[in-house]
T-cell receptor, first 114, second 112 residues
Framework: DQQVKQNSPSLSVQEGRISILNCDYT??????FLWYKKYPAEGPTFLIS?????DKNEDGRFTVFLNKSAKHLSLHIVPSQPGDSAVYFC?????????????FGTGTRLKVLA | EAQVTQNPRYLITVTGKKLTVTCSQN?????MSWYRQDPGLGLRQIYY???????DKGDVPEGYKVSRKEKRNFPLILESPSPNQTSLYFC???????????FGPGTRLTVL
């Protein structure tokens, strides 16, 4: 059972426009949510995170929104740049029986068109 | 330079031949983890370790072993690899359990 879902496998956006990547989750006990970016032949790199007690976090061109009632988070990239083309993973952390687990979504491939 | 290193980067082996993928970090991180990435399934956690000599199963631990004898190293061991373990493997570390993780470059494993 996939607890963290990214329902859009791919997304194309024009350079300069907004990119919105979505993520849905099922477990209300998740306490941190994170976004990672992955280029081909490299490991994922951390982008931005948000605590479950907040509803927005911003870092430069990247903003993450958390809607706890809908169990939904989104990553906004404004303005989108060709270098943003990558696979984006959302992830959630969960304290389960005294230990932490990290659960990733399946990823969304973003293509920013010049 | 702060980094997570993995070796080897690429490995082709045959069913049943024991192998070890090494992972090392130089950031004095407490938490280390192994993931496999498969098409359509994203990243799935295999094992993790919250500190030296403390390891626990992730979502897909079957067929894998790990050890954490030193803080910086967290090797992944496949005692008897099978073709369904053909995958892209990533090691990661973080300062604390809920912090952002730093990932290694990945190891592409093919089991024939």
């Amino acid at each position: 059972d996939q607890q963290v879902k990214q329902n859009s496998p791919s997304l194309s956006v024009q350079e300069g426009r907004i990119s919105i990547l979505n993520c849905d989750y099922t477990n209300s006990m998740f306490d941190y949510f994170l976004w990672y970016k992955k280029y081909p032949a490299e490991g994922p790199t951390f982008l931005i995170s948000i605590s479950s007690i907040k509803d927005k976090n911003e870092d430069g061109r990247f903003t993450v929104f958390l809607n706890k009632s809908a169990k939904h988070l989104s990553l906004h990239i404004v303005p989108s740049q060709p270098g943003d083309s990558a696979v984006y993973f959302c992830a959630a952390t969960l304290l389960d029986s005294g230990t932490y687990k990290y659960i990733f979504g399946t990823g969304t491939r973003l293509k920013v068109l010049a | 330079e702060a980094q997570v290193t993995q070796n080897p980067r690429y490995l082709i082996t045959v069913t049943g031949k024991k192998l070890t993928v090494t992972c090392s970090q130089n950031m004095n991180h407490e938490y280390m983890s192994w993931y496999r990435q498969d098409p359509g399934l994203g990243l799935r956690q295999i094992y993790y370790s919250m500190n030296v000599e403390v390891t626990d199963k992730g979502d897909v631990p079957e067929g894998y072993k790990v050890s954490r004898k030193e803080k910086r190293n967290f090797p992944l061991i496949l005692e008897s690899p099978s073709p369904n373990q053909t995958s892209l493997y990533f090691c990661a570390s973080s300062l604390m359990t809920y912090n952002e993780q730093f990932f290694g470059p990945g190891t592409r494993l093919t089991v024939l």
